[in-house]
C-alpha cells in the first residue's frame, strides 16, 4: 500500500510515517523540509500551493504505480481574541488547515478514481466539535475539515473512495510551540482570561498523549475493510465527544467557559 502524509516532517506526520512504514507500508511525506532520517521517502512541497501538491501527487503515482491512501495532516493554529487577530494570520490558518487539505482532495480525486478507491484520512480535532475560546479560528477551521470530510465522503463513495477523520485531543507535539498568538494577549476587556486559557490549553497539550497514540488509530483505520467516517483518539475524548451529543448546549457552553473561558 502506497500512503501519502501531509506535514510529514514532525509531529503526528512524522510519527505515523515512521509507524507506517515499519509496519511495510510504502510511505511518501510531503513537507515544506522533509526529513532525510525519517525513515520513509520525503517530497519538499508547500501544500498550500495546489500546483505544486498537483505535480507531487502525478510523480508519485508516476514512481510507485498507484497511490492507495491520503493524510492529510499538515496544519497550524493560533490562539487569542478574535477581535485581536489579523487578517494575514487568519489566511494563513485557513490556506493550511482547510484549503490545503480541500486541495490535496480534490488532486488525489482523479487518481484514486482511475484505479478504483483508496482511503482519505483527515486530522481533526476534538476541537471542531467542542468549541476552545481563544483558540476560535482554529477550532473552526477543524469543524470545517469535519463536515468537508462528511460531504466530500459522500461525493466520492461510488468511487471507492472512503473518507476518515480522526480527531485527536490535547498531543504533545512541536505543535504548541509554534502556535502564532496575538500580540494582544490581554486587555482591559479581556482582562487576563485570554493568557490564562492559552496557558491551561498549552499545559493540557504538553501533558497530552504521544504523537504515536494517534498513529495508532490512523493504522487502524487504515486497516479496515469499512473504516469509520470519524473516529476520536482516547477515551477520555470519546466521552467528551459522546456528552457534548447529549448534554444540552448551554449546560456545554457553561462547562467550557469554566475551564477555559
Known amino acids: 500500500m502506497v500512503i501519502v502524509i501531509t506535514g510529514a516532517s514532525s509531529g503526528i506526520g512524522l510519527a ?28 519538499a512541497c508547500d501544500v498550500t500551493d495546489f500546483k505544486a501538491v498537483e505535480t507531487a501527487f502525478n510523480e508519485i503515482k508516476e514512481k510507485y504505480g498507484r497511490i492507495d491512501a491520503l493524510i492529510n495532516n499538515a496544519g497550524m493554529g493560533i490562539a ?11 489566511d494563513k490558518q485557513f490556506a493550511l488547515n482547510v484549503m490545503a487539505l480541500i486541495n490535496a482532495c480534490k488532486c488525489i480525486t482523479p487518481i484514486m478514481r482511475s484505479q478504483g478507491g483508496g482511503k482519505i484520512i483527515n486530522i481533526g480535532s476534538v476541537a471542531g466539535v467542542i468549541p476552545i475560546p481563544f483558540q476560535t479560528a482554529y477550532a473552526t477551521t477543524k469543524s470545517a475539515v469535519d463536515m468537508f470530510s462528511m460531504s466530500y ?20 507535539t512541536g505543535f504548541t510551540a509554534n502556535r502564532i498568538k496575538n500580540e494582544v494577549l490581554e486587555d482591559e ?25 494517534v498513529a495508532k488509530v490512523v493504522l487502524k483505520v487504515l486497516k479496515k475493510k469499512k473504516p469509520p467516517s470519524r473516529v476520536t ?29
Open 233 to 261: 483518539v482516547g477515551f477520555g475524548y470519546k466521552c467528551i465527544v459522546f456528552l457534548q451529543k447529549i448534554l444540552p448546549r448551554r449546560v456545554m457552553l457553561w462547562v467550557v467557559k469554566k475551564l477555559y473561558g
Open 16 to 43: 505515523t510515517g515512521k509507524m507506517l512504514a515499519e509496519k511495510g507500508f510504502t510511505v511518501v511525506g510531503l513537507s515544506r523540509n522533509p526529513k532525510p532520517d525519517a525513515g520513509f521517502d520525503g517530497v
Open 189 to 213: 476587556n479581556y482582562k487576563e482570561r485570554v493568557s490564562k486559557s492559552i496557558q491551561r490549553m498549552e499545559k493540557d497539550e504538553q501533558n497530552g498523549k504521544p504523537p504515536e497514540s
Open 153 to 172: 465522503g459522500l461525493e466520492v463513495k461510488d468511487f471507492g473512495i472512503k473518507v476518515s477523520v480522526v480527531m485527536p485531543g490535547d498531543t504533545k
Open 80 to 90: 487569542g481574541a478574535i477581535e485581536h487577530t489579523t487578517a494575514e494570520d487568519l
